[in-house]
């Protein structure tokens, strides 16, 4: 049975059966304060963009969903259904042991990606999915990125910090702590500490910011 499974600020993201197929669909939808012919134009770069990302993801041996179908005239990518959980609702039952290793493969996986040139943009525990046999998925390339600049990786690395500093508060050092050993695993202790810096940096402006706020 089709159904919507979420619904963002810029796309509706919906559990379809497409010929035969057990799929998630993500629409695009139109914005009626753009002009029609912009906003046509808008949502199909996006989507291709997006469909662009998890290819590369793919090619570069990353886990996420599989595209099925690109429709462009509706902004929509018909993709593979993933059977797992939100990584944050995995957290609420996952042992310390089994947490230590997800969070060391999960460290490895962000490593090949940054190592691919890509960064995710919204990488917290709701935009991950885990199986029942503990693989991870990526979903959501809405704000995801070909780059090489170190700040886009730590931005990426500072939003799943923040997501478990939010949500499983008491977990996040343990978590952290072991992702960086995965992620060093991939891209060097030098790198790692030089990401690490830049993560304290962008922290640092976001207290600033609320400081000056208050």
């Given at each position: 049975m089709d159904y919507v499974i979420r619904v963002?600020?810029?796309?509706?993201i919906s559990r379809v059966n497409w010929n035969g197929l057990d799929t998630v669909s993500k629409h695009r939808v139109p914005k009626p304060y753009r002009i029609a012919e912009l906003d046509k134009?808008?949502?199909e770069q996006r989507t291709l963009h997006e469909v662009r990302v998890m290819v590369a993801l793919k090619r570069a041996g990353i886990s996420c969903p599989a595209v099925i179908l690109l429709d462009r005239?509706?902004?929509t990518i018909y993709m593979q259904y993933i059977h797992g959980v939100e990584l944050r609702r995995w957290l609420e039952r996952g042992d310390i042991e089994e947490?230590?290793?997800v969070a060391r493969d999960l460290g490895r996986i962000v490593g090949r990606m940054h190592r691919s040139k890509?960064?995710?943009?919204?990488?917290?525990?709701?935009?991950?999915?885990?199986?029942?046999?503990?693989?991870?998925?990526?979903?959501?390339?809405?704000?995801?990125?070909?780059?090489?600049e170190?700040?886009?990786?730590?931005?990426?690395v500072h939003l799943l910090d923040r997501s478990l500093e939010s949500v499983h508060y008491?977990?996040?050092?343990?978590?952290?702590?072991?992702?960086?050993?995965?992620?060093?695993?991939?891209?060097?202790?030098?790198?790692?500490?030089?990401?690490?810096?830049k993560i304290?940096?962008?922290r640092m402006r976001g207290r600033y910011v609320e400081e000056r706020r208050r």
């Amino acid at each position: 049975m089709d159904y919507v499974i979420r619904v963002g600020a810029e796309a509706v993201i919906s559990r379809v059966n497409w010929n035969g197929l057990d799929t998630v669909s993500k629409h695009r939808v139109p914005k009626p304060y753009r002009i029609a012919e912009l906003d046509k134009r808008v949502r199909e770069q996006r989507t291709l963009h997006e469909v662009r990302v998890m290819v590369a993801l793919k090619r570069a041996g990353i886990s996420c969903p599989a595209v099925i179908l690109l429709d462009r005239n509706e902004a929509t990518i018909y993709m593979q259904y993933i059977h797992g959980v939100e990584l944050r609702r995995w957290l609420e039952r996952g042992d310390i042991e089994e947490v230590k290793e997800v969070a060391r493969d999960l460290g490895r996986i962000v490593g090949r990606m940054h190592r691919s040139k890509i960064a995710h943009g919204d990488l917290t525990t709701s935009n991950i999915l885990i199986d029942e046999s503990k693989k991870l998925y990526f979903v959501d390339f809405g704000l995801s990125m070909f780059t090489s600049e170190l700040e886009d990786f730590a931005v990426d690395v500072h939003l799943l910090d923040r997501s478990l500093e939010s949500v499983h508060y008491k977990l996040r050092e343990l978590f952290m702590r072991n992702f960086f050993i995965g992620y060093a695993e991939i891209l060097g202790k030098d790198f790692t500490k030089n990401l690490v810096s830049k993560i304290r940096e962008i922290r640092m402006r976001g207290r600033y910011v609320e400081e000056r706020r208050r």
